[in-house]
C-alpha cells in the first residue's frame, strides 16, 4: 500500500506560478520504481490528465499543460512536483497525485493505469 499526500496548493492570480507536491510513503518498494501522475478535476468536469514521470524520468503532458507546467521527482525525498507557471483561470481544479507500479506506456493519460491515489490539493486561479 503506498500512501499519497498533496501538498501545496492554494489561490493566485492568473499569470502566476504554485508548486504542488506529492509526498510518498508505506510501501517496501522503492518509490523510484514508481511511475507517477498528477491529475485534476474541476467542478462539474470529469477528472483529466495533466502530466506524469516515469520511473526513468520520462515525463508526459496534457496539451493544455504543456510549456506551462513542469513534473520532476525526487527519488530521495519519495516526492514527486509539478511547478505550473503562467497560470489561467481554467487550470482551477483539484489536483490528484497518482502512482502506478507499471512502467507508463501508451495510456499513460488513463486514470485506471494508476494504483494509488492522493487525497487532492485545491489550486484556484482568480481572474
Known amino acids: 500500500q503506498v500512501l499519497l499526500v498533496e501538498s501545496g496548493g492554494g489561490l493566485v492570480q492568473a499569470g502566476g506560478s504554485l508548486r504542488v507536491s506529492c509526498a510518498a510513503s508505506g510501501s517496501g518498494r522503492a518509490f523510484s520504481n514508481y511511475a507517477m501522475g498528477w491529475f485534476r478535476q474541476a467542478p462539474g468536469k470529469e477528472r483529466e490528465f495533466v502530466a506524469a514521470i516515469n520511473w526513468s524520468s520520462r515525463t508526459y503532458y496534457a496539451d493544455s499543460v504543456k510549456g506551462r507546467f513542469t513534473i520532476s521527482r525526487d527519488n530521495a525525498k519519495n516526492t514527486v512536483y509539478l511547478q505550473m507557471n503562467s497560470l489561467k483561470p481554467e487550470d482551477t481544479a483539484v489536483y490528484y497525485c497518482?502512482?502506478?507500479?507499471?512502467?507508463?506506456?501508451?495510456?499513460?493519460?488513463?486514470?485506471?493505469?494508476?494504483?494509488?491515489w492522493g487525497q487532492g490539493t485545491q489550486v484556484t486561479v482568480s481572474s
Open positions: 497518482a502512482a502506478t507500479r507499471d512502467t507508463l506506456g501508451a495510456n499513460y493519460y488513463a486514470s485506471k493505469e494508476y494504483n494509488y
